[in-house]
């Protein structure tokens, strides 16, 4: 997946984000399939389980039953037709989930070979904030950092300055 393109700022970032909100003695259920980030978390102490691939667009099952403290959603939620419906599933009471910001520079991401490779939502961070009271959520910190790239060009002389990346923390308000 990360073929000589491995995300080690990002990972950088998230790892410092969840370290200052979330305890290693926290259960932590991970959206989506095991990742390098996953592995990442739990060789830093964490408790990690993931989901199995299902569709959180319309299968809920593994959400709703799951007793763990905490949820992370890493680069999870602009992959989803309806985010909502998962977030409002969510038993834990904390949440830490971060989303690819919307460019303006830039067309939403799409594999033409890989139809779970696929941006649906490219957010800005309103909207992920929108979203995200809507379902229940207070958010109680945010972060939001640069990715730039080594390349020649518009885009990434654009992308030294603009956030790509947003991750909150949040707390459940409502069920």
């Known amino acids: 997946m990360y073929e000589n393109n491995f995300p080690n700022k990002r990972y950088k970032h998230t ?3 969840l370290n200052k909100h979330i305890s290693p003695s926290e259960s932590i259920l991970d959206l989506g399939v ?16 993931n989901t199995t691939g299902e569709d959180l667009d319309v299968d809920f099952k593994h959400v709703g039953q799951s007793d763990a403290d905490v949820v992370t959603a890493f680069e999870i939620f602009e992959h989803l037709v309806a985010p909502l419906n998962v ?8 949440l830490v989930a971060s989303i690819p910001m919307r460019l ?11 139809p779970w490779d696929r941006h649906y939502h490219e957010f800005e961070d309103w909207q992920f904030d929108w979203l995200l009271e809507k379902a229940g959520w207070t958010i109680k910190d945010s972060a939001k950092w640069t990715n730039p790239t080594k390349k020649i060009g518009l885009r990434p002389i654009l992308r030294y300055f603009t956030n790509r990346y947003y991750i909150v923390y949040a707390e459940r308000t409502k069920n």
């Open 15 to 17: 790892l410092a984000f």
């Open 34 to 49: 095991e990742n390098p980030f996953s592995e990442i978390m739990k060789s830093n102490g964490y408790s990690v389980t």
């Open 87 to 94: 977030l409002k599933e969510i038993k834990a009471t904390k």
């Open 104 to 114: 303006w520079f830039s067309p939403a991401y799409r594999s033409k070979t890989d």
